[in-house]
């Protein structure tokens, strides 16, 4: 009887979280905003949901805090607002640690990148910011693409 009103009480736990400090290199940012927000049918299909454009999201790219949030002053590098096909470009960007903070029409996403040089050139990156499930699928991608 116990444990059974114990488990009438108990609150999920999700075992999602992201690793901070895991940096995305790229040599420029520039590319698309995709996803769609939780409860639309077109969630769960990878493929359909990165081809749904989020236009006029704002891009905002801080200087990397180590302690993200946490009393440090996250200065801002550069913000953009993606167009209504959900292209943006920051153009030239020194090169360094930064936080790159989406926020759409839903909500907000953020990635840790490096802007650095590569064999590779980057062409483009697509950053899917539709929510995560609790085991962390379904969306928060940061896909990068060379020349």
């Not at 790229?26 to 927000?37: D, E, M, P």
């Not at 639309?40 to 905002?60: C, E, N």
Request: glycine share 8%; aromatic share 14%; charged share 15%.
């Amino acid at each position: 009887m116990i444990v059974l009103a114990l488990l009438l009480f108990e609150q999920a736990a999700y075992s999602c979280t992201w690793a901070e400090g895991y940096f995305y290199q790229v040599t420029c940012l520039r590319g698309t905003v995709v996803g769609v927000k939780n409860g639309d049918l077109r969630h769960p299909f990878r493929f359909v949901r990165q081809h749904v454009v989020v236009g006029q999201a704002t891009l905002t790219l801080y200087e990397y805090p180590f302690r993200w949030g946490q009393g440090a002053k996250n200065q801002i590098m550069k913000r953009v607002v993606a167009d209504d096909h959900g292209k943006f470009d920051f153009g030239t960007i020194p090169f360094g640690h930064y936080t790159l903070l989406i926020a759409s029409p839903w909500s907000e996403d953020k990635f840790d990148v490096q802007v650095t040089p590569l064999a590779k050139a980057t062409s483009s990156v697509t950053l899917d910011v539709s929510p995560n499930y609790p085991d962390c699928t379904g969306g928060h991608e940061f896909i990068s693409f060379s020349i």
